[in-house]
């Protein structure tokens, strides 16, 4: 009603301009109208700038009706838009949460480094795996060396040690470009138990191997020799008596040999036929203090000191003959180790480490195993001893990685051998 008021008075106006001053009507309309034009837009652009002001106090306060009216339509946009962007925010949420999870559950370590050797992010693996690692990577000799051999290669492998605890670390490095920064993307994963494994099924196939065809060859040699023994005439006479002693001798001797490579070949079957864990939960130091009684009389006999301590009281899921069998073995080669010994002293020690495994450790007062024969006690067929077959430790090995654990030698100061057996 105002502008329709304003119109008027103007079209007023202009009729009295004409009639006094002569000034043209049209002019003068045109004129009215363009000042007319300038001031509503003038109104409409301060009356824009306030709402803008509004509503963007209203967004800083936190205001989701941004100051408007209920039935305004940048309310009913605006609230489209939010909703897309809480959608956005949600699915991105759940995308990080994913990969933390991912992150959280990898048996694979994850570590980011930028290109001052920062490490900017890791999974709990990483620790795990490789212990407490420093802030730069700079600051832990061993994995900088590998990193940065590994400029022109992407995969490489890693002898680790951690503390006792020796692994071979497969190491994968990748690089990324993320919001202008040169990244490395690093992943390292234990393949010991895996080496392990395909170590002991290459042995188990040369084994059978190696004992069919020198079975096949000692079988008829040794039936030869007895045959020959029993064909050979006791009346019979030779130009030198000393002659046919000397042949029964060494048919006797050949026959006897066979029969012991044999025999040898025999009980080295164990490893290539060894039967899959029947696995049951027992209590390990019980079947540890069952097996040490086996050993007391001996003990008494020799003076030897056979001591047991624990300080895990954990079920296990082992299969007992086959463990009992791995006890024996080491527990008889400690007796024979410090058989000369003046002080005769065997220790088991049952524990716990960082990483969750149940470790027995069997230590002996003897003259420990120099540095060339712990690379090899594990070997099928060698042996330290005269009378050894090589089969003891190899079989026993074998029997702890077919149970997913290990066994190996500790090199420790001021004592004589040690053997871990490791339980997962």
């Known amino acids: 009603m105002s502008k329709l008021s304003l119109f008027s008075v103007l079209l007023l106006l202009s009729g009295y301009c004409w009639q006094q001053y002569g000034i043209s009507a049209v002019f003068l309309v045109i004129c009215i109208l363009m000042f007319s034009s300038a001031y509503l837009l003038y109104k409409q652009l301060a009356r824009q700038h306030q709402t803008t002001s509004n509503i963007i106090r209203a967004l800083a306060n936190g205001d989701v009706s941004l100051g408007l009216p209920l039935h305004h339509p940048l309310r009913s946009q605006f609230d489209q838009v ?112 895996a080496l392990q494994a395909k170590e002991q099924q290459a042995y188990k196939r040369l084994t059978k191997v190696l004992t069919h065809e020198i079975a096949n060859s000692i079988t008829p040699m040794a039936s030869l020799a007895n045959t020959s023994l029993d ?87 082992i299969d007992v003959s086959q463990i009992e069998q791995v006890l024996i073995n080491l527990i008889k080669n400690s007796f024979e180790a410090i058989e000369k010994k003046e002080t005769k002293k065997i220790t088991l020690k049952l524990k716990q480490n960082h990483l969750n495994q149940v470790l027995l450790d069997i230590t002996d007062s003897g003259d420990g195993i120099n540095e060339h024969a712990s690379n090899m006690i594990f070997v099928p067929f060698f042996t330290t001893k005269q009378q050894g077959s090589g089969i003891g430790l190899s079989l026993a090995h074998h ?10 030698y500790i090199d420790k100061p001021d004592v004589g051998a040690c053997f871990r057996l490791t339980f997962n």
């Open 82 to 193: 939010r909703d897309q962007m809480k959608s956005s925010r949600f699915s991105e949420q759940k995308q990080i949460q994913f990969l933390q999870a991912l992150l959280l559950h990898l048996e694979h370590a994850i570590l980011v480094i930028d290109d001052t050797g920062e490490i900017i992010q890791s999974n709990p693996a990483s620790e795990r795996l490789l212990g407490k690692l420093p802030k730069n990577i700079k600051q832990h000799t061993q994995l900088e060396t590998l990193i940065n051999d590994m400029q022109n290669q992407k995969k490489s492998t890693l002898d680790w040690y951690y503390g006792e605890q020796s692994d071979v670390l497969s190491v994968h490095l990748s690089q990324a470009h993320i919001q202008d920064k040169q990244l490395k993307i690093i992943s390292i994963q234990s393949i010991y138990n």
């Open 231 to 317: 064909l050979m005439p006791k009346n019979l006479t030779f130009n030198d008596e000393e002659d046919k002693h000397d042949l029964s001798f060494a048919l006797q001797t050949l026959a006897n040999r066979s029969q012991h490579l044999s025999d040898f070949i025999a009980s080295f079957k164990q490893i290539s036929n060894l039967a899959s864990p029947q696995l049951t939960s027992v209590n390990l130091a019980h079947i540890i203090e069952q097996v040490i009684t086996l050993f007391k009389q001996q003990a008494t006999q020799n003076k030897v000191n056979i001591s047991f301590c624990s300080t895990q009281n954990t079920l296990m899921m």
């Open 399 to 408: 029997i702890m990685v077919q149970h997913g654990g290990d066994l190996a």
